[in-house]
């Protein structure tokens, strides 16, 4: 047998479609599934409309970690909805503030060799123990929770190669950073990336979760470790060494592609505004001034990260014109802070504490000062992100923002050692952590009984219509080329309390192209039974929300007519029944005005034999018959038949 | 001499106008000042207006306490604002996060016998102290600043005996909901509450911080406690007992009013929604199911509230359909819950860990879940108070509060000796606390240096224009009897963000009734320079917010002419230089309609001289000179021809 490299033995372990050639589609079995709130409580209305009895995964998790801040009703009803669609569909449960799901999963559930999906881009931090961990859309993991393979175009495998250890003062967050300022954020798309080498050895799991996590910045499907002696020791400091196995490259493996990293050689890094590609060293912007350092988040969500910004500003006292918020990322880590001094160090120190959860990682709070710097050890600095328009926000080590935080400057932590007459303080890890699953509600065994609890605002999701043979329907739109998802269907403080309710979002739809869509849309459903709209090429792009299809579904739309798509966005479509046709001749483009009228005839017939579909355009002043086509496969021609995934798998039930 | 209570013997040490007869107005020197960020961001524009050089009192601190939670740029830049207006006018800062005003300033600043004005209406808890404390408007605290006396009616003097001792799982909380039992929410009005008697003994200096907290919801001018050996006490854990000096009740003294509470006899209390005077005995309420505890705030802010609490969940879980949310006062209070394991017992149980502030006490986050209840050791539950509207908020002791969160329903604390076979955990004191003042930014010498540091949102204010003898102006807005501030403008998420915009904030004048008001005044004030408003009786009664004046005579508010006014909104208007008339004969008021003009000539003069003022009414179709008067002192009459508070202090400055 070939000698494998870890990801290929975690591929293959888990192949129940296709090959292991690279862009082929593969088709792998999942065994747990990692939901959060954001993107839960919408995969929950799925699993509901799909009528699930009972979740298929070996383990499958709701966590509550984004939207945690509590303004009105909302947020806690749905906390509450999350609650009872776990019991109902036999997950477990994290409680609200229980922490950030991807170190609370690594900690309490991780496995080497199991493979994931999450609803989370930085699902893939799971990679840090072995498990071939992948971020997707919230109807891949309720597919993936009902008992259906996950389909992803096989990537290519980049092995990079860890030599040497690290110099004082650099921590893994500097070697991401590396990583990033070599490949920026697209440099990991279509692959999949491999850590091997000797210098592993001094990297613990945590560091690794650190790497593994901003791999989705690179644009990486996921990132693999293998597991070894520290992935063993990380599993019993969580009394859980009975899960752990060896995985490990064979020798003679290859990879598709190399890189190496000389550990030795890094010095601390940092990310300027606003990509997490805008990498420099951090001695190349000291000196200028902050207002504001945040610890923690899943990028640097270890109990080493938070000791060691605590030994840092140990007996002294943060700048004062800095706000030094502090954001554990879980109770249990909390608990283990507390004994280990970091809290009392930190919050001694002038930290704002504030509950487990993602915070200002997904600008839920916290949001900086404008006009002024704010140094964090985050995974993203997109623009905007923090809250504040404009920001201006830094990513990097532990050690660099607690050396800022007492400086007000962005300082190389390698100088405190001049400034402040200090040594680098060497983290022992305890051996055996305080292990906290109280607030880990697991699956009940009679959960047909449930009852889901939906506030006000909770709505189930519309019923999806299949594709009809016959059309009369409005040109409700027109759009030009490169339409995001962020302009069919906004996001914002305004919008995302909305999430659980289609026929409220649905209010938003296109509002930032045609504010009088909404209206429009409505009165075509009731005259004509839907409507369709046009676009030109890389048709919604940019986010992979779900809503900016499930949103004009309900609306009544039909088919979308484009130049092209955006890759993720097309698969929405179908995923929810809207069809996503194509100009056999782009010109014809040209000749559709906003409010046509188009007739389509025989088109279920046309769809599914990939024949030629005729579309009558009649404009105010003249009509042509044009020609359009797809490029579904005929499991996505059958989705679409039946009006999307949910009704596809409601059928598989009743059958 | 006579005999003194504490109340006289405070008074009289600070009186410079004056006598002490119930109902006279009385001025009192004020020697120290309190500011939150709610607040005090106005409080700052109007000491920067009047151009104040430095803080006359002895002590001013600006907490940052209310406005924590940071989902853009506006209130991090408040916090920078507020930091450089303090260092500008001499005053110290309490960075963001250090904790809740008024325990903090007990804590650090309180000193028996000193008096106090805070722009917070629980800044009476310094009374615990035996501190003449008392809560107001914005400007007053300004003016107190600024050296000038503090103007208040003399109250009665209400004399409350406690006797006896506090049985098991009963605490100060119990104590002031039972006075609230029996006086209700306005059962303090005009009068200042006295505690004396053998019950205080052993009533440590934050139980009687409980207790003075809340007799901000009695209506209360303020609440008293003398200094005795508790207080010595307290300033002692403080590393302050120089600070102390004893300040007791003559023998022999008297009260205009008296009452009596035999601790003995006392039961857990319980506020029912939505008043805090709404009070029944626990037993009665028993067995409701809650979802949300919060532990914390101003009314129960002591390391013994949240040691007990600890106490009674060691070792245990919360009920797992109850968010048990932990609201620390401050970060010392924090270090020593470190210290003393009630952090360890709160988290372990399950509780959800918030920054040092208000919180959920102002709507500031944690707002509960829909249709359930909420069970607070918080001092107010008025309606949608918490966020959410149609809330169910009940106000308890922190006893009631976590032994409630264990079973998921109201539950008497006292049946947990047979639920959980527990006895009452007693509370020992340290006899030294860690103190941690890192966070108290000391005032600088310097300070004329200072310059203010506005974000794009944070705008000084308008200069206001004096009192004119001749106008012409439009009737804008006839409105109705018992129009409140709420109604003239109004609070909630989307409008307070712009407390430190007044150009911004007056878009929002009196939207509630009319939203064409502001672009009609902008248009009158260009057109005609201003414009009047017409009201029934009690006009602009309900919350003290200063906006409701400001922003209107931003928008060219001449005048207001009503049948009768609210005492404090009648002052306000006055003190930003808006003239409120009355109806000689309030049957005037049927006469004038809506977009009427009105003539007054010699304006000046009859108001100083308080001569009977001429108005000609021309409504459409008639007209008609109606007769006015105004109830104004020479003082008041004073401040009108300049302008208002700040105009007058200006002056004052330039002479």
Tied chains: 1, 2.
Aim: aromatic share 6%; net charge negative.
């Amino acid at each position: 047998m070939k000698s494998l490299n870890v990801t290929q033995k975690l591929i293959q372990s888990h192949l129940i479609e296709g090959e292991m050639r690279p862009g082929t589609e593969i088709g792998l079995k999942i065994d747990q599934a990692l939901l959060q709130d954001a993107t839960g409580t919408l995969v929950q209305l799925e699993l509901e409309a799909m009528g699930l009895d009972r979740a298929k995964t070996e383990v499958a998790v709701q966590y509550v970690d984004h939207n945690l801040l509590q303004t009105d009703f909302k947020n806690a009803d749905d906390h509450l909805f999350l609650h009872s669609a776990a019991q109902k569909f036999g997950l477990w449960f994290s409680r609200p503030g229980n922490g950030v799901s991807h170190p609370v999963h690594m900690e309490r559930f991780g496995i080497p060799g199991k493979s994931l999906v999450g609803s989370d881009s930085h699902s893939c931090a799971a990679g840090s123990l072995a498990m071939l961990a992948i971020g997707t859309g919230g109807l891949d993991v309720a597919a993936a929770i009902a008992g259906m393979p996950y389909y992803v175009k096989m990537p290519k495998i980049m092995g990079v190669k860890l030599t040497g250890s690290l110099p004082a003062w650099v921590s893994a967050k500097d070697i991401i950073l590396e990583m990033l300022r070599r490949h920026d954020v697209k440099g990991g798309v279509g692959k999949i990336i491999e850590y091997y080498g000797e210098g592993l050895k001094n990297l613990s799991a945590m560091d690794r979760h650190v790497i593994a996590n901003m791999g989705a910045e690179l644009g990486a499907t996921t990132t693999i470790f293998p597991s070894d002696d520290q992935t063993r020791a990380f599993l019993k400091s969580q009394n859980r060494e009975e899960d752990w196995s060896e995985i490990v490259a064979d020798q003679g493996c290859s990879y598709d592609l190399e890189d190496e990293i000389i550990l030795d050689d890094l010095v601390p890094m940092i990310a300027l505004p606003t990509s997490p590609g805008n990498v420099v060293p951090v001695s190349e912007v000291e000196g200028r001034k902050i207002s504001q350092v945040v610890i923690g988040s899943s990028a640097n969500p270890g109990l080493r990260d938070f000791w060691i910004a605590g030994a840092i500003v140990k007996e002294k006292t943060i700048h004062p014109e800095v706000s030094f918020d502090i954001n554990p990322t879980s109770r249990q880590i909390i608990q283990n802070m507390i004994e280990n001094r970091a809290f009392a160090n930190l919050i001694k120190a002038g930290g704002r504490f504030h509950q487990s959860g993602c915070m200002g990682c997904i600008g839920m709070g916290q949001a900086p000062a404008s006009d002024s710097i704010s140094l964090r050890t985050m995974p993203r600095n997109f623009p905007d992100r923090s809250g504040t328009k404009d920001d201006q926000v830094y990513l990097c080590s532990p050690e660099t923002a607690a050396a800022s935080a007492l400086t007000g400057e962005i300082t190389d932590p390698r100088n405190l050692e001049k400034r402040y007459a200090m040594g680098y303080p060497e983290y022992e890890a305890p051996r055996l952590e305080i292990i906290n699953d109280d607030m880990l509600v697991p699956p009940t065994k009679n959960n047909s009984e449930v009852k889901l609890k939906k506030g006000p605002n909770i709505k189930s999701l519309p019923e999806m219509e299949g594709l009809k043979s016959e059309y009369n329907l409005p040109v409700l739109l027109k759009m030009g080329n490169n339409i995001s998802t962020d302009e069919i269907m906004k996001a914002g403080a305004e919008v995302l309390p909305f999430r659980s309710n289609i026929p409220e979002i649905s209010k938003f739809s296109y509002t930032v192209i045609d504010d009088t869509f909404y209206q429009r849309a409505l009165k075509a459903k009731e005259k004509y039974g839907g409507h369709i709209v046009v676009a030109g090429e890389n048709y919604a792009q940019g986010s992979s929300r779900e809503h900016a299809a499930i949103a004009p579904k309900y609306l009544g739309q039909v088919a979308v007519v484009a130049k092209d798509y955006a890759r993720i966005a097309w698969q929405n479509l179908v995923n929810f029944g809207i069809l996503p046709l194509e100009f056999e001749n782009p010109d014809d483009y040209d000749f559709i005005e906003q409010g046509a009228f188009v007739t389509l005839k025989n088109l279920r017939e046309d769809v599914a034999e990939k024949a030629t579909i005729k579309m009558l355009v009649k404009n105010k002043n003249d009509e042509r018959e044009i020609s359009l086509t797809h490029s579904l496969s005929d499991r996505q021609v059958d989705l679409l038949m039946k009006g999307g995934v949910i009704n596809d798998f409601k059928e598989q039930l009743t059958t």
